[in-house]
Structures are given as structure tokens and as C-alpha cells.
């Protein structure tokens, strides 16, 4: 097996502590809260449909880690992925040199839900290898270009996992 130990911390670390985030600001509402009677606008473009399921958003995820897929289509994948074109390839072989590494977004009606208008949370469970528990967490996905992309943190998270060097999570 060619796991590496920072693979186990790298990604089921990540993924696990995604879980207790709270929101950007902390969390708190220690003032009175803000009204605005303006309709809420978007900080996005909204990719028109459905909230995606947990397959469509696992395609996302598979297609990332695909050395079959062309960069320039995994660029697309991930929020700013056009920022380091050559790490998809490089993030493909360490997938693929680990293929113990079993990994899914569940599909039930649950699985998938919207924080905002411009971000979704997928539940994820991880498994490192057949002989150790899977662990769960969330993965966060958002909307850019008008497509559901995996968040760059999370993105980050998968490049740190595998000891990689990219401007993408600089």
C-alpha cells in the first residue's frame, strides 16, 4: 500500500473539521441584527436548475481526480482552477498512486443543501483503506461562472493532502 501518513491527516483531517466551521465572521451576532428590505442579490452567477445531487457533485469530484480529463476541462472543476493549469495533472497520478482511497457524497435527498445562494454542503465519507473506519465530513461546493464548482479550500485541502505545491492555494 503507498499510503502515505499525510494523506490520512491531509484529507480526513480536512474534511472532518469542515464540519464544525461556522460562518466566515465566526459565527457570532453579538450586535442587533441587520434588516434590509432590498430582495437579496446574489454574490455569484447561480447555475440555473436543481441543487445538484450527491452523484452529480461526486462527477465533480471523480473528474478532478481523472487523468483522464483534459486540464483545461478540470480547470473548470474547481473555484479558480484556472489559476494552476498543471496541477490537475499532477493531482491525478497521486490519486492514482493510491487507489485504496474510497470516497463518496451520498445520494439521498439530505446529502446536499444550500448554505447560500452561492454554496452548497455535500456530506462526504472517506475511507483511507478497507481495514480502517471511514470517516465523515463535508465538502463545500460554489457557484462560479455559472457552473457548481468544488470550493478551493476544499480543493486546497485535497492538494495538502498529497504534499503539493500550487499558487492555486498560496
Same mark, same amino acid.
Given at each position: 500500500m503507498k499510503l502515505r501518513n499525510i494523506?490520512?491527516? #491531509?484529507?480526513?483531517? !480536512?474534511? $472532518?473539521?469542515?464540519?464544525?466551521?461556522?460562518?466566515?465572521d465566526g459565527g457570532t451576532t453579538d450586535g442587533p441584527e441587520q434588516t434590509n428590505d432590498a430582495a437579496p442579490s446574489a454574490q455569484c452567477e447561480v447555475p440555473e436548475g436543481d441543487i445538484p445531487t450527491g452523484p452529480e457533485l461526486l462527477e465533480i469530484l471523480n473528474a478532478a481526480l481523472d487523468p483522464a480529463v483534459p486540464e483545461d476541462e478540470k480547470a473548470m472543476?474547481?473555484?479558480? #482552477?484556472?489559476?494552476? !493549469?498543471? $496541477?490537475?495533472?499532477?493531482?491525478?497520478?497521486?490519486?492514482?498512486?493510491n487507489p485504496d482511497i474510497q470516497y463518496e457524497i451520498p445520494d439521498t435527498p439530505d446529502a446536499v443543501f444550500p448554505l447560500d445562494e452561492c454554496t452548497?454542503?455535500?456530506n462526504f465519507t472517506l475511507q483511507i483503506s478497507p481495514d480502517q473506519p471511514?470517516?465523515?465530513?463535508?465538502?463545500?461546493?460554489?457557484?462560479?461562472?455559472?457552473?457548481?464548482?468544488?470550493?478551493?479550500?476544499?480543493?486546497?485541502?485535497?492538494?495538502?493532502?498529497?504534499a503539493l505545491e500550487t499558487d492555486l492555494c498560496g
Open positions: 494523506m490520512v491527516v #491531509g484529507i480526513a483531517a !480536512p474534511a $472532518l473539521m469542515l464540519t464544525a466551521c461556522g460562518s466566515e472543476l474547481i473555484e479558480g #482552477g484556472g489559476d494552476d !493549469p498543471e $496541477l490537475w495533472a499532477q493531482l491525478s497520478a497521486e490519486a492514482a498512486q452548497l454542503s455535500a471511514a470517516n465523515t465530513g463535508s465538502l463545500f461546493f460554489v457557484a462560479e461562472d455559472g457552473r457548481w464548482k468544488l470550493s478551493r479550500d476544499d480543493a486546497c485541502n485535497f492538494v495538502t493532502s498529497f
